[in-house]
């Protein structure tokens, strides 16, 4: 059972910078896609972005695009999400997902990934 846990989370001030982690386990990484997804209080779930099996293969919502980078590290198994010039609208419990893909595939649907994390808190002050 592939196993996914987020961290890095915290309270940051507006245009400040974090980085979130999702480690991957209990299965072959090099065989997924991660996306990251992001859920604030009393709206739908969002796509950020992802991470094909090819680091050099990424997407990202309009609304990241510039500011948001994702890479992954695959001697480790695990996923970044580099967040720089935060806004108050960024606030959100952030989600990190796999999916099993082809190795140019960006899953951009919730649908598409198998295997979710338990979120990590992203809070941008004003």
């Known amino acids: 059972q592939v196993q996914l846990v987020e961290s890095g989370g915290g309270l940051v001030q507006v245009g400040g910078s974090l980085r979130l982690s999702c480690a991957v386990s209990?299965?072959?990484?090099?065989?997924?896609?991660v996306g990251w997804f992001r859920q604030d209080s009393g709206k739908e779930r969002e796509f950020v972005g992802a991470?094909?099996?090819?680091?050099?293969?990424?997407w990202y919502e309009d609304s990241v695009k510039g500011r948001f980078t994702i890479s992954r590290d695959d001697a480790k198994n695990t996923v970044y999400l580099q967040m720089n010039s935060l806004k108050p609208d960024d606030t959100a419990v952030y989600y990190c997902?796999?999916?099993?893909?082809?190795?140019?595939?960006?899953?951009?649907?919730?649908?598409?990934?198998?295997?979710w994390g338990q979120g990590t808190q992203v809070t941008v002050s004003s």
């Open positions: 991470v094909a099996r090819r680091n050099d293969v990424q």
């Open positions: 209990g299965g072959t990484f090099a065989n997924y896609a």
């Open positions: 997902a796999a999916g099993r893909t082809g190795p140019w595939y960006i899953p951009r649907s919730g649908y598409e990934y198998s295997f």
